[in-house]
């Protein structure tokens, strides 16, 4: 349902090196580069950073969130491990969450809110 996601960034290159990382381990890789705009994406939906096209400063969307799909607990665990150690904010380590849902939470160097999950 959902082709892609963009989020602001004011620093690409900083940007660029978080999800680069995150990319990898999710087996994407860069798809798309211009100047102020990078794509990501492992063959299905993928996920863009850019400079807001304004020219005013990148902000973060109360509420909005990009949950990227993990294919088993280990690797939600990497995926929150991995942004911690790139620059990322905690806001709720791995864990179950209800019966059939684990997941970690963090935000990128730029605020923006993530998710790393699975379901069973």
Same mark, same amino acid.
């Given at each position: 349902?959902?082709?892609?996601?963009?989020?602001?960034?004011?620093?690409?290159?900083r940007a660029a090196k978080f999800?680069?990382?995150?990319?990898?381990?999710?087996?994407?890789?860069?798809?798309?580069?211009?100047? +102020?705009?990078?794509?990501?994406? #492992?063959?299905?939906?993928?996920? @863009?950073?850019?400079?807001?096209? *304004? %020219?005013?400063?990148?902000t973060v969307g109360n509420g909005?969130?990009?949950?990227?799909?993990?294919?088993?607990?280990?690797?939600?665990?990497?995926l929150y491990n991995l942004a911690?150690?790139?620059?990322?904010?905690?806001? +709720?380590?791995?864990?179950?969450? #209800?019966?059939?849902?684990?997941? @970690?939470?963090?935000?990128?160097? *730029? %605020?923006?809110?993530?998710?790393?999950?699975?379901?069973?």
């Amino acid at each position: 349902m959902i082709g892609y996601v963009t989020l602001g960034t004011s620093d690409l290159a900083r940007a660029a090196k978080f999800y680069d990382a995150i990319a990898a381990e999710l087996g994407a890789k860069r798809i798309m580069e211009f100047d +102020g705009f990078i794509a990501w994406s #492992g063959g299905g939906a993928g996920i @863009g950073l850019t400079k807001p096209y *304004d %020219g005013k400063p990148a902000t973060v969307g109360n509420g909005v969130m990009v949950a990227l799909a993990a294919k088993d607990k280990a690797q939600v665990d990497r995926l929150y491990n991995l942004a911690m150690s790139l620059g990322a904010t905690d806001e +709720g380590k791995p864990g179950p969450r #209800g019966d059939n849902f684990y997941a @970690g939470y963090f935000r990128d160097p *730029d %605020g923006n809110k993530l998710n790393a999950f699975v379901m069973g």
